[in-house]
């Protein structure tokens, strides 16, 4: 599946992202990403990942690959589920350079918001980070509403 350009935009926008992942005996876990961006054909999305920080998601991920991310806009709960195959590998210098401005950016939204930056620093981490490239097999809506859980695809 491809994603459209302004799917594409709001994923590289100042969003927050879960990455919903499972053990081998199906059992959820969850991380949080800090940086993504679609790679240029969009059928795939790269997000980068603190290990250190969700040591078990990453486990998850290279045992399995099966992954679902959510990206959610805090100021309107705006938000999509991009689900596929996901492959861990290191961060280059530019992601993690992508990821710092991520970092950034997301912390200015979210200090808008009311949120203190020495809160949101707690899960924006950057510590031993990887690159997870997730191919896109299905996108949702999950913004709270009527089209909550429909696949984009379907809808449009």
Same mark, same amino acid.
């Given at each position: 599946?491809?994603?459209?350009?302004?799917?594409?935009?709001?994923? @590289?926008?100042?969003?927050?992202?879960?990455?919903?992942?499972?053990?081998?005996? %199906?059992?959820?876990?969850?991380?949080?990403?800090?940086?993504?961006?679609?790679?240029?054909?969009?059928? /795939?999305?790269?997000?980068?990942?603190? @290990?250190?920080?969700? =040591?078990?998601? &990453?486990?998850?991920?290279?045992? %399995? #690959?099966?992954?679902?991310?959510?990206?959610?806009?805090?100021?309107? !709960?705006?938000? !999509?589920? &991009?689900?596929?195959?996901?492959? &861990? #590998?290191? $961060? =280059?210098?530019?992601?993690?350079?992508? =990821?710092?401005? !991520?970092? /950034?950016?997301?912390?200015?939204?979210? $200090?808008?918001? #009311?949120?203190?930056?020495?809160? =949101?620093?707690?899960?924006?981490?950057?510590?031993?980070?990887?690159? &997870?490239?997730?191919?896109?097999?299905?996108?949702?809506?999950?913004?709270?509403?009527?089209? @909550? #859980?429909? +696949?984009? +695809?379907?809808?449009?």
């Amino acid at each position: 599946m491809r994603i459209d350009q302004e799917l594409a935009d709001f994923i @590289a926008s100042p969003v927050m992202m879960i990455v919903g992942t499972r053990d081998p005996a %199906n059992r959820a876990e969850i991380g949080r990403g800090v940086g993504a961006w679609p790679v240029p054909d969009g059928r /795939a999305v790269e997000i980068v990942v603190s @290990a250190w920080q969700w =040591s078990a998601t &990453v486990a998850n991920l290279r045992d %399995n #690959g099966a992954a679902a991310i959510t990206f959610t806009r805090p100021v309107d !709960y705006v938000s !999509y589920q &991009v689900k596929g195959r996901a492959l &861990v #590998g290191e $961060a =280059s210098p530019a992601a993690r350079d992508r =990821s710092a401005r !991520y970092i /950034a950016a997301m912390t200015e939204a979210l $200090a808008a918001l #009311g949120v203190a930056p020495a809160m =949101s620093a707690l899960w924006l981490c950057e510590r031993e980070p990887v690159l &997870v490239r997730l191919a896109i097999e299905a996108v949702f809506h999950q913004t709270p509403g009527p089209r @909550a #859980g429909k +696949e984009v +695809e379907a809808d449009r």
